[in-house]
């Protein structure tokens, strides 16, 4: 049976999103079709399951939507989170007091803080306390909570109040998906809110996302940001991926592994 216009379309749309995400704009210049006409294209391809639709475009669907562990999330784009923590590392200053959130990529950041002089580390990261303890310059302030097993790391109302009680020079966090002008995604309520007590407790705010979470929009719990931040991201991050970023005034692109700083 022939394939009609469509369709085709489908499913070269298919395949430019399973390569890295795709943005409406880009998709309707590349098939010189209005924007609207990629939009119930990207809607049809989401109701059969084929793709999942993210802020502004689309990204391939997980097959796995649960939420992985920390153990099983260590493993993955170890080599990415590296490289946005040694450049996230550099934007770190003697005498300074960080904040840092649960997370894989936070975790990798402490790795690259030892042998640091003089600084203060405020977090809920179980494996970062670990990494840090031998530290002798290193002053480690653990917000304590309630310890949630699949992150590794400290939630709930203790730990927002213990924080309450202390401001931050940086906040360095992770998240399972980022949107650009709608914030952090993540699995639930109490990851959210702790996530924005650090926001609102830090002069700056930086988010570590490696390029597989940028548009992703998977979880339900939102933290918003609303105010001006940086992201440090990897250098697989792709122009669509990246240009929503890109375009917002009140966000700054890092992109470890190239010369691109905006």
């Known amino acids: 049976m022939a394939i009609n216009k469509t369709e085709k379309r489908h ?3 298919f395949r430019i999103v399973s390569s890295g995400g795709a943005n409406v704009k880009e998709l309707s210049l590349h098939f010189r079709v209005s924007e609207s006409t990629i939009r119930r294209d990207l809607a049809e391809l989401a109701d059969s399951g084929r793709i999942v639709r993210t802020y502004g475009g689309a990204a391939l ?3 796995d939507r ?3 562990s920390l153990g099983e999330r260590i493993h993955i784009q170890r080599v990415q989170k590296d490289a946005i923590a040694r450049l996230a590392a550099l934007q770190i200053h003697e005498g300074e007091t960080l904040i840092l959130d649960a997370g894989t990529t936070t975790a990798a950041l402490a790795g690259q803080l030892r042998g640091r002089r003089k600084l203060h580390v405020i977090t809920n990261n179980i494996v970062a306390l670990t990494t840090l303890s031998t530290e002798p310059e290193i002053a480690l302030t653990l917000l304590g909570g309630s310890l949630r097993k699949m ?3 400290t939630v709930g109302p203790l730990a927002e109040l213990t924080l309450s009680r202390m401001t931050a020079d940086k906040v360095f966090l992770g998240a399972d998906g980022l949107v650009a002008g709608r914030g952090l995604c993540e699995a639930n309520q109490e990851q959210a809110a702790l996530k924005a007590k650090m926001i609102e407790q830090a002069s700056e705010v930086y988010v570590l996302a490696d390029a597989s979470k940028l548009g992703f929009t998977g979880p339900q719990a939102w933290t918003p940001l609303d105010r001006p931040w940086t992201l440090i991201t990897d ?4 122009s669509s991926q990246l240009a929503p970023f890109e375009e917002n005034p009140n966000i ?3 992109v470890a592994g190239s010369n691109q700083n905006y």
């Open 11 to 13: 499913q070269a749309i």
């Open 61 to 63: 669907l997980r097959e």
């Open 66 to 68: 649960r939420e992985s």
């Open 151 to 153: 992150s590794m790391g």
């Open 235 to 238: 250098s697989s991050a792709t």
């Open 252 to 254: 700054t692109v890092m």
